[in-house]
């Protein structure tokens, strides 16, 4: 049966094309669209040829199931990498996603920074901290700095060891925050496709 | 090999402007599929293919009814058919109920206006033909 033989191979290349996917969900799509390919063989007595033709090439087929997997399965991730490259996606398909992926970098920048911050203060205590800087003019400078290397000036340091749970708590809140935000984002982005009028 | 996408009733292929109007379109009119109740994939092409000009492959819209089924509007599962194969139907959800009738009343108010303000423009076609 050189039919069976063609329904096969497109469906080993759809599979194929289906790519990184749980081997549930590949399964199940090839599943369907095997009962497909038979139901509209048996109903409307069509070659195998036809349906085929008429479902369209399996790659873009299968182009079109991953469509968008990336951004959604990122929405459901709390990996950083995972979602700034959600976002990136995203980024894309409009102003909303370059925002969240912009947000993202420095979100996740300033929190690490936090909590390097606070990894550093046991042993450089001098150089890591909240520091009053007096300056030529005489006014004050408030600055956190990670190994500031403006040494020089007369100035001190506010916090002491209390930089070390402060910094922690602002990077944990800062990663936190960041994450919310770029899966709300991710989330939101899909909404607004469905969405038949952009307000 | 020629004919990778049935074009049923066009003689000029649609313009990547009109595809993009079809495939927005394609998700309201697989839901509005299923107002009626449960129906497999194949049936809900047939339906489409009867009541309106939307789907130019029919591979296009397997992967739409994937996507609406992981947003929650559709539920599927698969029914044990005569035919000696299992079949999988799809369901509007509660969910994606609310989001149809929402999706109809925007799209009445959206083409109404439209087809006043193309009005004059279509009026025109007529005459030159």
């Known amino acids: 049966m050189t039919d069976g033989r063609e329904i096969e191979n497109y469906l080993s290349e759809l599979r194929r094309h289906l790519g990184p996917m749980t081997l549930d969900d590949r399964e199940e799509i090839v599943r369907e669209i095997q009962a497909h390919i038979r139901d509209a063989a048996e109903q409307n007595g069509a070659s195998a040829d036809d349906v085929l033709a008429r479902l369209g090439p399996a790659s873009e087929l299968a182009a079109e199931y991953r469509e968008g997997l990336l951004i959604r399965q990122a929405s459901r991730s709390f990996s950083p990498l995972t979602l700034l490259r959600g976002a990136l996606r995203a980024a894309t398909k409009g102003v909303a996603g370059t925002m969240a992926f912009l947000a993202g970098l420095i979100g996740y920048t300033t929190g690490v920074g936090f909590v390097l911050g606070a990894l550093l203060k046991p042993f450089f205590p001098d150089k890591v901290g909240v520091f009053v800087q007096q300056t030529h003019s005489a006014s004050e400078t408030v600055g956190a700095t990670v190994a500031s290397i403006t040494a020089n000036g007369p100035r001190h340091e506010l916090l002491g060891l209390w930089a070390i749970p402060l910094f922690l708590v602002l990077g944990s809140l800062t990663l936190l925050a960041t994450t919310v935000l770029i899966r709300s984002v991710l989330r939101e982005s899909r909404q607004w496709q469905l969405r038949l009028q952009p307000h | ?129």
């Not at chain 2, 698969?78 to 509660?94: D, I, M, Q, S």
Request: glycine share 6%; proline share 5%.
């Open chain 2, 1 to 129: 090999m020629a004919r990778q996408i049935p074009k049923p009733d066009e003689e000029v292929s649609p313009d990547r402007w009109e595809a993009q109007l079809r495939k927005g379109a394609l998700e309201m009119a697989a839901l509005a599929c299923l107002w009626q109740g449960r129906l497999y994939g194949l049936e809900i092409i047939r339906l489409l293919e009867s009541q309106s000009n939307l789907v130019v492959a029919e591979g296009t819209v397997y992967p739409i009814l994937n996507r609406l089924k992981e947003d929650g509007l559709l539920a599927s599962e698969w029914v044990e058919a005569e035919a000696g194969h299992p079949r999988k139907y799809y369901a509007l959800t509660a969910a994606g109920r609310r989001r149809l009738r929402q999706m109809a009343e925007a799209w009445e108010n959206f083409a109404g206006g439209m087809m006043r303000l193309l009005k004059p423009v279509l009026a025109k076609a007529e005459v030159r033909r």
